[in-house]
């Protein structure tokens, strides 16, 4: 194991389009869009134009596939125009290897 990753869970790419919706720390409703950058069984890291606060609770959509989450963002980093989230989710998630696209959604 890489000393350097301390993950419970390993990592594999995934690039899809994902929902976000939340309510901030003021009590409004927040959405956002954003790219999945790779996932695991208990979180999955994206890019998006929004900041989004550490420790908030997000719903989480991935259309094609049909799923959705609540996971809770564990840092939140800007890098250039985009922040880099990464998500841990209330449940761990069963990933397939080969995910199939939810029928009428491509």
Same mark, same amino acid.
């Given at each position: 194991? @890489?000393?350097? @990753?301390?993950?419970?869970?390993?990592?594999?790419?995934? %690039? #899809?389009?994902?929902?976000?919706?939340?309510? !901030?720390? $003021?009590?409004? %409703?927040? *959405?956002?869009? =954003?790219?999945?950058? !790779?996932?695991?069984?208990?979180?999955?890291?994206? #890019? *998006?134009?929004?900041?989004?606060?550490?420790?908030?609770? &997000?719903? /989480?959509? &991935? #259309?094609?596939?049909?799923? &959705? =989450?609540?996971? +809770? &963002? %564990?840092? +939140?980093?800007?890098?250039?125009?985009?922040?880099? /989230?990464?998500? #841990?989710? $209330?449940? !761990?998630? %069963?990933?397939? !290897?080969?995910?199939?696209?939810? $029928?009428?959604?491509?």
């Amino acid at each position: 194991m @890489n000393p350097s @990753n301390h993950r419970r869970h390993p990592r594999a790419p995934f %690039r #899809e389009m994902v929902r976000l919706s939340w309510e !901030d720390s $003021a009590g409004h %409703r927040r *959405t956002a869009r =954003g790219k999945a950058v !790779d996932r695991s069984k208990s979180g999955l890291m994206l #890019e *998006t134009t929004e900041a989004i606060e550490t420790r908030m609770f &997000v719903q /989480v959509q &991935v #259309e094609r596939y049909g799923l &959705v =989450g609540m996971a +809770c &963002v %564990r840092h +939140c980093a800007q890098k250039g125009l985009r922040y880099v /989230v990464g998500l #841990e989710f $209330a449940l !761990d998630v %069963r990933w397939k !290897d080969e995910l199939e696209p939810v $029928a009428g959604s491509g």
